[in-house]
């Protein structure tokens, strides 16, 4: 089975500022990880993902994260967020076995101040 | 527009009463999931139905049911043996229910247990 940690659970940020999500999986086979976002009072859209190849994956909006297999991580980052960016983030995994569920982190809510 | 509809989006019911969330897609998606959303831990995994006709428990089935008659709606039953059924209550929908499929979610129903 799967795990996810998100490191932070809320990270301040001034508009045009950098920043990173953290996120740490746990797993005994090869995995699928997901970046998600909720915006307030919203359903989850999917931000980006990687299934396999290129270890850098980047969504439409400007958000890139990269696949770390020997350090077992998926870290979101961003280097110039706007205030359209405040909401929650969510890291989840699923596995290449017939383990279909996926498994979600505990959300890191990003607050982008002007 | 194609996607997955949740009603009510607020509902408030007595302690005691068994209460569904309803849950429609438009996608043509084979699997449909609900999740339970408390602040601070993520989304847990309640019921997903990968087929018509049949449905699993995910981590946290105690005190819901579901069913799965149509492959649009995945009703959920939220029934008065569920200890602590106040949360925010999301369905999604993948297109196979396969780990590498990015699963689609609804706007949410805030369930509040008076």
């Known amino acids: 089975a799967q795990s996810v940690t998100q490191l932070d659970s809320q990270v301040p940020v001034f508009e045009e500022a950098p920043v990173e999500l953290r996120c740490n999986y746990s797993?005994?086979?090869?995995?699928?990880l997901f970046w998600y976002v909720q915006y307030p009072n919203q359903g989850l859209q999917l931000l980006l993902k990687?299934?396999?190849?290129?270890?850098l994956v980047e969504s439409i909006n400007g958000f890139e994260a990269e696949f770390n297999k020997s350090q077992t991580s998926f870290h979101l980052r961003k280097p110039s967020v706007h205030i359209s960016d405040t909401a929650e983030y969510f890291c989840a995994v699923s596995g290449s076995s017939n383990d279909y569920k996926l498994s979600f982190g505990a959300g890191t809510t990003v607050t982008v101040r002007a | 527009d194609g996607g997955i509809t949740q009603s009510p989006k607020y509902l408030f019911r007595k302690e005691g009463q068994n209460v569904t969330l309803s849950c429609e897609q438009n996608?043509?998606?084979?699997?449909m999931y609900w999740y339970r959303q408390d602040p601070g831990q993520g989304l847990r995994l309640i019921y997903y139905?990968?087929?018509?006709?049949?449905?699993q428990k995910g981590d946290i089935a105690e005190g819901y049911s579901v069913s799965r008659e149509k492959k649009e709606s995945f009703p959920l039953t939220v029934t008065s043996a569920q200890k602590n059924p106040t949360a925010f209550y999301l369905c999604?929908?993948?297109?196979?229910?396969?780990?590498?499929?990015?699963?689609?979610f609804g706007p949410g129903t805030r369930l509040t247990v008076l």
């Open positions: 996608l043509n998606h084979d699997a």
């Open positions: 990687y299934l396999s190849g290129s270890t």
């Open positions: 797993s005994s086979v090869s995995v699928y």
């Open positions: 139905s990968q087929i018509v006709n049949d449905f």
């Open positions: 999604a929908s993948s297109r196979q229910g396969a780990p590498t499929d990015t699963q689609y």
